[in-house]
């Protein structure tokens, strides 16, 4: 059963652009989770998707946006890229919200923003 | 604002020591701790987790970890530890019924042969 995939594996951008992330979660999984991990910090929740809908978000500035498509696949998009952006951007599945189902994790984007 | 303290960002153990990582988060009310694991190349992967009840938690791999309620804290322990124990351990905690976790800095644990 093929894990959680991100792509890309590694991302070059410039500031100011915008960066789009993808996510392809479980088979099956219907909640998909973004979370940001910055060099030297902890992961941080930026968003949680369920169903297609937005669930619930992070404390991020809403530059930080993303969507569910039908097949549960999901997008994280930065827009007006800083420096600060530069981190490593992982994805999570669970098969649903519940946190009796585990939630597995792919193996992250790396943004680096110059 | 809630907030989970990993004690050690790195730990040099030789094999067959013992091992305890700590745990401290913030939050006061009822919690959902989790610890996970991320071996060199690997995804992250759950170790364990602590619900309710026994408030000593056996995970894969001889991992264990305490629940202590009064002192905040979600210790992750093994009593003799491996060379391929070697990976980055992340705590992580919510109050929530889904996975918005908030998440320690992680510990780099490298274990000598």
């Known amino acids: 059963e093929a894990g959680v995939t991100q792509s890309p594996t590694h991302l070059i951008k410039t500031r100011g652009q915008q960066a789009t992330l993808r996510c392809s979660p479980i088979s099956g999984h219907t909640s998909v989770y973004w979370y940001q991990q910055a060099l030297g910090l902890g992961l941080q929740f930026l968003l949680w998707?369920?169903?297609?809908?937005?669930?619930n978000r992070g404390n991020f500035p809403p530059r930080f946006s993303g969507r569910q498509f039908p097949n549960y696949s999901s997008e994280l998009n930065v827009n007006a890229l800083e420096l600060e952006d530069s981190a490593l951007y992982l994805c999570?599945?669970?098969?649903?919200?519940?946190?009796?189902?585990?939630?597995?994790f792919g193996q992250g984007t790396r943004l680096t923003v110059v | 604002a809630q907030s989970v303290s990993q004690h050690n960002h790195h730990v040099i153990l030789s094999e067959a020591a013992s091992l305890e990582l700590g745990c401290n988060y913030s939050y006061g009310g009822t919690v959902n701790l989790f610890w996970y694991v991320q071996y060199p190349g690997q995804h992250l992967q759950l170790l364990l987790k602590?619900?309710?009840?026994d408030p000593l938690v056996k995970g894969i791999k001889g991992f264990e970890a305490e629940f202590i309620k009064s002192k905040f804290s979600f210790n992750l322990r093994k009593p003799s530890v491996q060379w391929s124990d070697t990976a980055e351990y992340f705590c992580a905690v919510n109050k929530a019924s889904n996975y918005q976790l908030i998440w320690g800095a992680g510990t780099k644990l490298i274990i000598k042969p």
């Open positions: 999570a599945s669970s098969l649903g919200w519940d946190l009796n189902t585990e939630a597995f």
């Open positions: 998707y369920d169903e297609g809908e937005e669930r």
């Open positions: 602590y619900f309710s009840g």
